[in-house]
């Protein structure tokens, strides 16, 4: 009360000085308006409790919040280099904004990188290369349990849910999506009108909430999700285990958000805070896992299931490795999301912490198939930072099938790496639900970049595979992608890494895999 009081003095003498300005002399008012307000600030600076700098500061200390609040900004445009920027780097925001216009993607004058530092990677150029094949190979979506495969693009759009992105952007991506010819995932969000309305293929991608196929108390609900997975839209159906950016944590949608229409697609309440838990009520060991993805297969009508993880403990994954084997029946594909994914928002210790990056994840996940027996049955897509030609071949070498992109196709739609995503003031309108902002978005233009993005990356790594002397993804191998570990060594991944042989872990598992193997437990999720 007393510091309310003390502020409605300083305000009340400030508006008599300036009212007195206005009387005397109009050059009066032009100085003692702004004085009066800088008078005012000052001695409201001096008496508040909340910034300690504002205290011994004022007026002047509010500088330091302003730098602070622009420091990304300053940094991004005016600081940092072309190559090492994060989580992004210039060099492949520009790649990416001028394969979305239409524009060339060339560059003068050699790479700005220093191909000497440890940690280089490079893939093999071959002495007799290909002509690049006029059409894009594809990839076939199901296994023998299944009975409506689907044949998925090389480079696909990634898991974002309507909610964390604005409507207008949905749409553009899956209006992209239906020009070129690829596959959307619809994120754990629902399965939304803007997913649905241009006609593009999906994969539906279902969370620990059952948005959009969940009972009042949060359940699974079969009924539903039959009725909606049998859409001709949806192609493929996808349990979400864990994601790359926060593995083993769920999320919180506040209230504020969940207006009528997000309500209706998530199924929640509107106007109340909808909590995903870390964990799923449908299963609970890796033998229930196995049999929900079948089940999930089976109330689609036979169209492709399968799971997405970021990968953690490599005995856990064993484990539903043999829940496949013993339960005879095995997921059509498995998407492993690297710890270097993107994400609305998340705490930054799981972010800067927490998971598996891809690299290792992949293939983690690709040997524990191949020496399982199970990797001609199972195709596997990589999602984490694939934004060029060059990211999708080196994913494909280290044992993916296909890729998916969830911020390069954000960048083709508008996204300026702003980092705004978790405070719905996005400057694009791409992750917002502020109409006003959203609006600024224009879909048709959008779409058409996102078409763009995907022909040109995918059309560049069939050029870079042609110039390796590949002529199929499938012929690609681990030792055409190498690597620098120091100033003087150069080892390739074939070296680098241990890469088992079909049906290896069932008949003599190797060293560095045999206690794994042998503790793994189909009946419990065994760190």
Known sequence: MLRTGIVAVVVGAALAVVGVAVVV????????????VLGAIGVWDLIQRRH?????????????????????????????????????????????????????????????????????????????????????????????DCTRPYDMALLNVSAMSFGSLSANAVLALNRGAAAGGFAHDTGEGGLSEYHLRPGGDLVWEIGTGYFGCRTGDGAFDAGEFAEKASGESVKCVSLKLSQGA????GGVLPGAKVNAEI???????????????????????????????????????????GFKLCVGSRRQFLAVCKAMIEEGTAPDFIIVDGAEGGTGAAPLEFADHIGTPLTEGLMTVHNALVGAGLRDRIRIGASGKIATGADLVKRLAQGADYGNAARAMMFAVGCIQAQRCHTNTCPVGVTTQDPRRARALDVGDKAERVRRLQEATVGSALQIMASMGVTDPTQLRPHMLRRRVDPQTVRSYDDLYEWLSPGQLLVEPPA??????KAADPDHFTV
Do not use: C
Request: aromatic fraction near 12%; charge should be positive; charged fraction near 25%.
């Open 263 to 305: 309500a209706k697609v998530r199924d929640v309440p509107q106007g109340r805070t909808v909590i995903s838990p870390p964990y799923h009520s449908v299963f609970s060991t890796p033998r229930e896992l196995v049999r929900f993805i079948a089940r999930m297969r089976e109330l689609s009508g036979g169209k492709p299931a």
């Open 246 to 249: 926060k593995p083993g944590i």
């Open 25 to 36: 002399s109009p050059w009066w008012w032009t100085a003692a308006v702004p004085l009066a």
């Open 512 to 517: 560095d895999w045999a206690a794994d193997w």
């Open 52 to 144: 300690s700098v504002l205290r011994n500061y004022p007026v002047i200390g509010h500088a330091r919040f302003l730098l602070e609040r622009i420091r990304p900004e300053l940094q991004q445009y005016f600081v940092e280099r072309n190559f090492d920027g994060r989580p992004f780097d210039r060099d492949i925001r520009s790649i990416v904004y001028e394969r979305a216009k239409g524009t060339a993607a060339e560059e003068p004058f050699g790479t700005e990188r220093d191909v000497y530092q440890a940690g280089y990677e490079y893939l093999v150029p071959s002495m007799a290369p290909h002509p690049v094949p006029e059409h894009p190979p594809r990839v076939r979506i199901g296994g023998p």
